[in-house]
């Protein structure tokens, strides 16, 4: 079990500019979400996926961003058109299907990002 | 929708000293609660969960009790330790197909020796 991983661990890009990320989930969890961290804040869901499905979004997914997990396995997020205020901690988690463990997320360390 | 409330930081101990963080829940099902920790540098870690009412969660020597009746799930460790100084959250999954978790806004922890 080598964890959830996370590409890249801290990215700084021009306002204007897109940015795409990438999260490798623990193997055979089907289901993967990604948060969003500001500095003193708790993470905020964004959205959600199960296998290939992505199957809930949160308000907070704005049309800038998108989500995609291809073939069931890593997926990426990427934002469009970057704002300032989009700078913050992305984080990607992930759990099984299990009926009895699917409440459990295993966290990735997160991507970093400022957004100049 | 679903709301949790921690106890505000920053909170301070001496080595030693009894730790209690706060958190209470609003929920529309009947969710299952979370305490995270996240140490300096690092990511979120599972610290302990309960998926029912009365059922308590332990890991590390921390506990907290599932309380219905009251909304809370209030985090305790009997003798803080320099090393558990770091961010503590609570959070609660959503009871439908997702299970997405919402957070309280995060208390910071510091033991001093």
């Known amino acids: 079990d080598t964890g959830v991983s996370q590409d890249p661990r801290h990215k700084i890009t021009k306002r204007g500019q897109n940015v795409t990320f990438r999260c490798d989930p623990i193997?055979?969890?089907?289901?993967l979400y990604w948060y969003r961290q500001t500095l003193g804040q708790g993470p905020e869901f964004l959205t959600y996926?199960?296998?290939?499905?992505?199957?809930?979004k949160s308000r907070l997914l704005s049309d800038r961003f998108s989500a995609e997990r291809p073939k069931g396995s890593f997926s990426t997020l990427e934002i469009q058109r970057t704002e300032q205020g989009d700078s913050a901690m992305y984080l990607c988690?992930?759990?099984?299907?299990?009926?009895?463990?699917?409440?459990?997320?295993?966290f990735g360390p997160g991507t970093r990002l400022t957004v100049l | 929708g679903d709301s949790v409330t921690q106890m505000e930081g920053p909170v301070t101990l001496s080595e030693e000293a009894f730790l209690t963080i706060n958190c209470t829940y609003t929920?529309?099902?009947?969710?299952?609660l979370f305490w995270y920790v996240q140490y300096p540098g690092e990511g979120l870690q599972l610290l302990l969960k309960?998926?029912?009412?009365?059922d308590k969660g332990s890991n590390k020597g921390f506990e907290a009790t599932y309380r219905k009746e009251t909304t809370s799930f209030h985090l305790e460790k009997g003798s803080v330790q320099v090393s558990d100084s770091a961010v503590y959250f609570c959070?609660?999954?959503?009871?439908?197909?997702?299970?997405?978790?919402?957070f309280g806004s995060g208390t910071q922890l510091t033991v001093l020796p």
């Open positions: 929920a529309t099902g009947y969710p299952s």
């Open positions: 309960a998926t029912k009412a009365d």
């Open positions: 959070a609660l999954s959503d009871p439908g197909s997702a299970r997405q978790l919402t």
């Open positions: 193997s055979e969890h089907n289901r």
């Open positions: 988690a992930s759990s099984p299907a299990l009926a009895g463990a699917k409440d459990t997320q295993y």
């Open positions: 996926f199960q296998n290939e499905a992505q199957l809930e």
